[in-house]
């Protein structure tokens, strides 16, 4: 698929780190980079597969807190329905010119059931983490 994004969007969203879980439990992980910690907490919840979801921004495109929240709580809610385990995740550019997004690391769900939300809340890519935990991105417009 070739995508209609910019490239320098893409290469954002490539360079991010994508944090799951807060506290000391809290790890971060990097596209295209094996991550230990989420391999042991998808061993852990007996899963072959993870991903990183948000409903902040979509498009790309700048919304309020209130938008934000009101998308990520519809979000949590349909996740609840086809999930194993739902961890908040944070989203951060670190060089500090795109505002963190908060989302979830879905934990057993299909590749199709996560693209089709990607899609229904309007985002331009999604996380995929299999059964190797090398996060890659997977762009959906």
Avoid at 37 to 43: S, V
Wanted: hydrophobic fraction near 45%; aromatic fraction near 8%.
């Amino acid at each position: 698929m070739t995508s209609k994004l910019p490239d320098i969007l893409v290469a954002q969203y490539r360079l991010a780190d994508y944090r799951v879980g807060a506290g000391t439990d809290a790890f971060i992980m990097h596209i295209d980079r094996y991550s230990a910690p989420i391999n042991k907490l998808m061993r852990a919840k007996q899963v072959s597969n993870a991903a990183i979801i948000t409903a902040f921004n979509p498009l790309g495109r700048i919304q309020s807190a209130q938008n934000n929240r009101k998308a990520h709580l519809i979000l949590q809610r349909a996740l609840g329905r086809c999930a194993v385990c739902l961890i908040e995740s944070t989203s951060l550019d670190p060089a500090g010119t795109w505002p963190d997004e908060t989302g979830f690391c879905v934990l057993g769900t299909s590749f199709e059931t996560v693209c089709a939300l990607g899609l229904r809340f309007r985002q331009n890519a999604i996380v995929w983490i299999d059964y190797d935990a090398v996060p890659r991105l997977h762009l959906l417009r």
